[in-house]
Structure formats: C-alpha cells, structure tokens
C-alpha cells in the first residue's frame, strides 16, 4: 500500500485583482503546512502540483521545508492535471442565466467582495448547475472532462512512482474533492459539498493498491489549529 496526500493550496487573493497568488495568510498556512509534513515524515518520495501559481507556491514550501529537514528532496513534478476548474468561466457563463431565472439573486451579486455569504450563495447555486449534467452554454468548460482530468493524474501519479510510495500533491478544493467522489462513489451534489468544507492548507489522505484509492483522512489541519491563531483557518 502507498499513501497519497493531497493538500489544498494556502489561502489565495480573495477579491483581488490577481486571485491566484498566496495571500500573506495563504504563505504562513504553507509553510506550517510543509514543516509539518517535513517533521511528520521521514521520506517523501514524490511532490506533484497543479501548475497554477498558488499551488506551486504551496509546494515550494514544503520543499524548502523539506531542505531545512535534511531528507530527501524531490523536485516538484508540475502537472495541469491537478489545477482547478477556470471557475471564471463557469460563473461568467452561468450566472446571468441563474439571475434571468430568478431576479432576486442580483441582489447578491452587488455584495459578493463585501459579503462573502453573499458570494457563497451565488457560487453554490452556479455550481449547481454546472455539475447537473444539463447542456453547457458554448465554451463553458466541462464537469465531466473536469473530473476525468484529475482521474487521469492521480492515476496516472500512483502509475508512475509505483507501489509503497509516499505521494504529496498539492492541489486546489476542486480535485481534492473529486479524488473523495472517486473512493467513496459519491454524487456531484455530494461532491460540492466536500469542497466548500475543504480548508486552506489542509491535508486529505488515500491510500492506494494498484489501481485501487481508498480514503484515509479528510482535511486536516490539525497542524494549524495548534498555532492557537483563529485567522489560519480558512476556506477561501
């Protein structure tokens, strides 16, 4: 058996102009995080990451970490297999339609970077609909594709590193959440839900056999919550 981590990116830019950067929160939840795993473990044989700047930020923690340790070091392999979904485009082509369907939602959407409940409404009912298998408006990325992009690098990642591995990924809520539907077989609705309870700088566990992932811890931070400082904990 090989153990598979994946851990969520630190807290990105919320409400700024460049979202996919660690936000001074977002470095200091990386680096606990990778000095954590450093003391944790002895050896850690492989670093993958999305190739978006907030994850690749987040492994560059845990190697430097991983430096200061004296263990071994491996390089970051970087991979687009393990970014999130342009969320971008998914609220941009799906949102006007949902406030056509119900006009009172815009009242909402005048408050999403001072309200972030405000934003969370309006996000959950758009991702609603973009996992309910109905027709995508044209050029609006694919749940489907989406979720076998990250099948094809976790599996591909246990493939290539072989049998008793210990694996970091460093990842966004999106796979993490669809690397758990695929062990436990759990609906898209499901799925969603897993998500929005992932934290920043979290870790989530699986264990694998061949082909076979099985889930083993969900969204730790227990490394976190040790530091007796609310503001590290975080979901956005």
């Known amino acids: 058996m090989g153990d598979l981590y994946l851990i969520r990116h630190g807290q990105a830019s919320f409400g700024e102009e460049n ?50 340790s004296g263990g071994p070091v491996p390089e970051i392999i970087s991979t687009k297999a393990f970014d999130e979904y342009d969320s971008t485009a998914v609220w941009q082509g799906y949102l006007p339609m949902l406030i056509s369907e119900n006009p009172a939602m815009e009242s ?30 044209p050029g609006i990325p694919n749940w489907q594709e989406f979720k076998h992009r990250v099948k094809r690098g976790l599996y591909g990642a246990v493939h290539d590193q072989g049998s008793g591995k210990r694996i970091v990924i460093s990842t966004s809520g999106g796979p993490i959440s669809t690397a758990v539907q695929l062990a436990l077989n759990l609906s898209n609705e499901k799925t969603l839900e897993i998500a929005w309870q992932l934290m920043n700088a979290s870790i989530t566990r699986f264990k694998y056999s061949g082909q076979r992932i099985g889930l083993s811890g969900f969204n730790d931070v227990s490394h976190l919550e040790v530091k007796g400082d609310a503001s590290l904990l975080t979901y956005r």
């Open 19 to 68: 979202y996919d950067r660690l936000s001074p929160t977002g470095v200091r939840q990386a680096g606990i995080l990778g000095h954590h795993m450093a003391r944790t473990f002895k050896r850690i044989d492989a670093v993958y990451s999305g190739s978006l700047d907030r994850q690749l930020h987040t492994a560059r923690k845990l190697r430097e970490a991983l430096e200061t």
């Open 108 to 137: 909402d959407l005048s408050q999403i970077y001072t309200d972030r409940s405000a934003f969370q409404r309006l996000f959950e009912n758009v991702m609603r609909r973009w996992v309910s298998r109905r027709p995508d408006p």
